[in-house]
């Protein structure tokens, strides 16, 4: 069974996959705070109480780890650089790539964002190859995360995944807390699941950026290269929510 390491388990992200996940691999999350999961899945999950801006931290989670989901961040969009972003966004970002190497891990699928590409117009499509352009510097930290992953692909060799996530919430807030303008680029736990773990597990990627978003009427931003690396085949459409 692959042994998977989630950063940032206890958010939103990675409690929701980890009630999925849990029966398919011998799951360790590091985070700061602590995990509030299902109670079949506390019995399988090793929790490390740990802070990512701490290399050493990093390197005892990274150990006898096969693949890394990298969640663990500071994501509000008016974070404060110094005081935020720097510790939890670049710095442990960093660590946990140079962890990831030094304990020989084979891939890390890194939670990236559309605000690393924001700052393009909104009747734009955006794809997979076109120059980052963020609006916030919560987008910038989400740019040096993407740019650390193809360092470490192409002169380290460590396979890297980058996904960038569009709107992601539960059903329960479908009405209450997702702007209208914001459907374009939603995605729905179920799909985002489902990118997770082809990310997890498909074979033969040293690098790639893919996209995250269901299957919208309108899509922000463009699902060619996630479906064609993946297989992803989304199954909501923001427009259309219940």
Not at 25 to 35: A, E, F, H
Not at 150 to 159: A, E, G, Q, V
Not at 173 to 181: A, E, Q, R, S
Request: aromatic share 12%.
């Amino acid at each position: 069974m692959r042994k998977l390491l989630i950063t940032g388990g206890s958010g939103k992200i990675g409690t929701a996959f980890i009630n999925e996940a849990y029966k398919q691999y011998n799951i360790r999350v590091i985070d700061k705070k602590p995990l509030d999961i299902s109670s079949l899945a506390s019995l399988r999950v090793e929790y490390f109480c740990g802070d990512i801006s701490c290399y050493s931290e990093c390197l005892a989670a990274c150990n006898n780890i096969d693949t890394i989901l990298h969640l663990a961040a500071d994501s509000a969009i008016d974070s404060d650089f110094r005081n935020s972003l720097l510790d939890n966004n670049i710095i442990g970002t960093y660590n946990l790539y140079q962890a990831a190497v030094e304990q020989r891990c084979k891939r890390v699928v890194f939670a990236s964002s559309i605000h690393a590409v924001s700052g393009y117009p909104r009747d734009v499509q955006i794809k997979t190859t076109m120059n980052v352009r963020p609006s916030s510097l919560y987008g910038v930290s989400k740019c040096f995360g993407e740019a650390v992953a193809y360092y470490f692909s192409n002169s380290l060799s460590l396979s890297s995944i980058v996904v960038r996530i569009g709107a992601y919430n539960h059903p329960s807030d479908y009405k209450t807390w997702l702007p209208k303008d914001e459907f374009d680029f939603f995605i729905s736990p179920e799909d985002l699941h489902q990118l997770f773990f082809s990310a997890i597990e498909e074979p033969g990627i040293e690098f790639a950026i893919v996209h995250a978003i269901s299957n919208n009427k309108y899509k922000r931003l463009d699902l060619t290269d996630t479906i064609k690396l993946l297989n992803y085949t989304p199954a909501h459409d923001g427009f259309n929510l219940k």
